[in-house]
């Protein structure tokens, strides 16, 4: 093979793996342009989130798809809105239940913006974690088109908690800052250590009394070891300086001796 076709075979296989590479792509046809959600709830309120899409027809070929939600939130209402480059609303659509399907995004309508806002009960905690915190689906948008195919636009997760356990979480939280400080004064909260990690295994049980009682005992555990190292410091630094007077003291009186005993013979 001569120096150009091998040149020009270079080119035809790259050209063939950006082919490739292309068609191995997912197509999507919207981007998220901003997003309203609550990072955490309680468990039996009502939240509300919205989520605005644009971008729709990226792809020059989907120029109509239809959009899709599904959620965890119970006694649910979804709204979707329609507007145009303008920014007016062009139509508006309702919908009721954890899912909903059928809401057509199309070009021919003007449609360049969609707006999705929802709103439910934030359920119940399944199963409780300190770490991570424990979550569930505010939120799945998924974009459908003929054919059966779908693509996931963005799903939206929220950690919940009920007063309790928010409570739990908050001494918890407490107990590993004190650890954290202790540390840092250069003590070893080993036992403050183990109430912690107690505290967090009584959490994801959900024994929430017990979890409060071991971190406020971590608390206090990791106080007294920072306490107790804070004072064999301070003791430390006395003796040192004990020990520095008690020199110069020394210094002092044997140079005074020597300063008399040249005097005698002089």
């Given at each position: 093979m001569t120096k150009t076709n091998?040149?020009?075979?270079?080119?035809?296989a790259l050209a063939g793996l950006l082919v490739l590479l292309v068609a191995a792509a997912p197509v999507t046809a919207a981007s998220i342009a901003n997003e309203?959600?609550?990072q955490e709830a309680q468990v039996g309120t009502q939240v509300t989130a919205t989520i605005t899409l644009d971008e729709?027809?990226?792809?020059?070929?989907l120029e109509s798809w239809q959009l899709e939600g599904t959620t965890e939130l119970t006694n649910v209402s979804w709204t979707v809105v329609y507007y145009d480059q303008t920014g007016s609303k062009v139509n508006q659509r309702e919908f009721t239940g954890q899912q909903f399907s059928g809401a057509p995004v199309s070009a021919d309508t003007g449609t360049s913006e969609v707006?999705?806002?929802?709103?439910?009960?934030?359920p119940r905690v399944q199963q409780f974690s300190y770490d991570p915190p424990q979550e569930f689906?505010?939120?799945?948008l998924t974009q459908t088109q003929e054919g059966g195919a779908s693509n996931?636009?963005?799903?939206?997760?929220?950690?919940?908690?009920t007063e309790r356990s928010d409570q739990a979480r908050n001494a918890i939280d407490e107990a590993q800052a004190a650890i954290d400080d202790a540390e840092a004064s250069g003590a070893n909260p080993q036992e403050a250590q183990t109430d912690f990690d107690d505290a967090v295994a009584a959490y994801n049980d959900g024994s929430f009394d017990v979890a409060i009682s071991l971190a406020n005992r971590a608390v206090d555990k990791a106080n007294a070891a920072q306490q107790s190292r804070q004072t064999r410091q301070t003791i430390i630094y006395a003796v040192a300086g004990l020990v520095v007077v008690g020199l110069i003291v020394g210094g002092f009186l044997?140079?005074?001796?020597?300063?008399?005993t040249y005097d005698r013979l002089g």
């Open positions: 091998s040149s020009r075979f270079s080119r035809v309203d959600v609550p729709l027809y990226q792809n020059p070929t707006r999705v806002r929802i709103t439910g009960t934030v689906l505010l939120m799945e996931t636009l963005g799903t939206w997760t929220t950690h919940h908690f044997y140079w005074r001796s020597q300063r008399q």
